[in-house]
């Protein structure tokens, strides 16, 4: 089982990861579990409808406590209508300050759950058990959200768990894309912070047919990279920017798509692609790591035909929505080399070059 200690201002908790650290419910949580008045399971609806007997079943000593309330799958939970849906179900059953949210599910669960959490009576507890790769990312760091019919991750606040738990052999139900989504954050947190790990995963064949094992390794690793970044910048005022490498131009690629067509990360995928295509053109990164990035992408089966369903126009447009945008320039965040990010501001001209550049390079791609 993996370990690792994220601390913050004023919180500490664990992240655990490995086959059985749900075990860990009545052993080392047993206090958190038993000093609660009441717990809910905030739940995705696929993931109970998989794996909800594992968790309760793990909660059997608090059994008596115990709510669930499943939510819808995926992003569409992140709205107001379920938030204000799970504050009035736990008005309805009683919580109070000293109740306990479990968060059941992946980034989006995690997400609405948390500020579920970071709300409810001014904010509870909350346990997150992560069900995706990609909640390697969103599960540390204390981001809380929901959605606006303007924009993403619009309305929030930072909340830290009190303790992250992955249980590894919920990704086996995992949807491939799920798996290329989760991989691909895993990526990004290689190429900001280390050349070799990130020639490594270039080079690994089953990248996206992982073994559980492996899958432990590496995002411990991940969670490292994010929890020394959390750590140092808890309320993203400076290196915590560095995560977003890859997410101007990606959330752009995800929001002109619809959302839900293209998974998160197979999104970050092509933004990073077009990170590195800037990095390039400003000559601070070699052609040949672009090449080598699209090359595997392409391998990978990430959706790379994307950037060409769409017009410069109206990808610009995205991304000046972004709430990146700052003074009317666009923000990036680029490579000085692997394992270097830096922020800086990119002009439309410049963002035009990369993306025709980008258009012809991948001609013809998956
Ligand atoms: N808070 C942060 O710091 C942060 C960071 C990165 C991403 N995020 C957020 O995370 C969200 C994306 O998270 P995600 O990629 O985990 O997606 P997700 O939570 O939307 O889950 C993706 C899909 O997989 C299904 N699923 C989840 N676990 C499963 C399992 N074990 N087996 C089968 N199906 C399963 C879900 O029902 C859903 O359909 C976005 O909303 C993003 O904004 C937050
Ligand atoms: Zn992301």
Redesign the pocket.
């Known amino acids: 089982m993996g370990k690792l200690t994220v601390e913050t201002t004023n919180h500490r908790y664990d992240v655990l990861i490995g086959p059985t650290t749900y075990a860990l419910f009545s052993t080392v949580y047993k206090d958190l579990l038993t000093s609660a008045d009441r717990i809910a399971i905030i739940a995705?609806e696929?993931?109970a409808a998989?794996?909800l007997p594992l968790l309760e079943e793990s909660l059997a000593i608090v059994k008596d406590k115990l709510v669930v309330k499943t939510i819808p799958?995926?992003?569409a939970c992140?709205s107001i209508a379920t938030y204000a849906d799970c504050q009035s179900f736990l008005l309805q059953q009683g919580f109070t300050r000293q109740s306990l949210i479990i968060a059941y599910?992946?980034?989006?669960?995690g997400?609405l759950a948390g500020y579920v959490a970071a709300t409810f009576m001014r904010g509870i507890r909350y346990i997150h058990c992560p069900?995706?790769i990609?909640?390697h990312?969103?599960a540390v760091?204390g981001?809380?959200?929901i959605n606006m019919p303007e924009g993403?991750?619009m309305v929030g606040a930072f909340h830290q768990p009190s303790a992250v738990l992955f249980q590894t052999g919920?990704?086996s139900?995992?949807?491939s894309q799920?798996v290329r989504?989760?991989l691909a954050e895993l990526l990004k947190h290689a190429f900001i912070s280390n050349e070799e790990w990130t020639m490594q995963l270039l080079a690994n064949k089953s990248f996206t047919n992982p073994s559980e094992k492996w899958l432990t390794e590496e995002l411990l690793k991940g969670i490292q990279v994010k929890a020394k970044i959390v750590a140092e910048d808890e309320f993203e005022q400076s290196t915590r920017k560095f995560l977003n490498f890859g997410h101007t131009f990606g959330h752009a690629v995800e929001a002109a798509c619809g959302f839900g067509k293209l998974?998160?990360?197979e999104s970050v995928m092509i933004g990073m692609i077009y990170s590195l295509q800037l990095s390039e053109m400003m000559g601070l990164t070699a052609k040949t790591l672009t090449e080598q990035l699209i090359q595997f992408a392409n391998e990978h089966e990430y959706p790379l035909h994307s950037i060409h369903d769409f017009s410069f126009d109206e990808f610009m447009n995205y991304m000046q929505k972004d709430k990146k945008m700052s003074h009317g320039k666009l923000n990036f965040v680029l490579l000085k080399g692997i394992g270097q990010p830096f922020v800086t501001e990119v002009t439309r001209e410049q963002c035009l070059r990369a993306f025709q550049e980008l258009t012809t390079r991948t001609e013809g791609m998956s």
């Open positions: 995705d696929k993931v998989i794996h799958a995926g992003e992140k599910g992946g980034g989006a669960c997400d069900t995706t990609l909640a990312d969103s760091g981001k809380t959200a993403k991750n919920l990704f139900s995992l949807p799920e989504s989760g998974s998160h990360g």
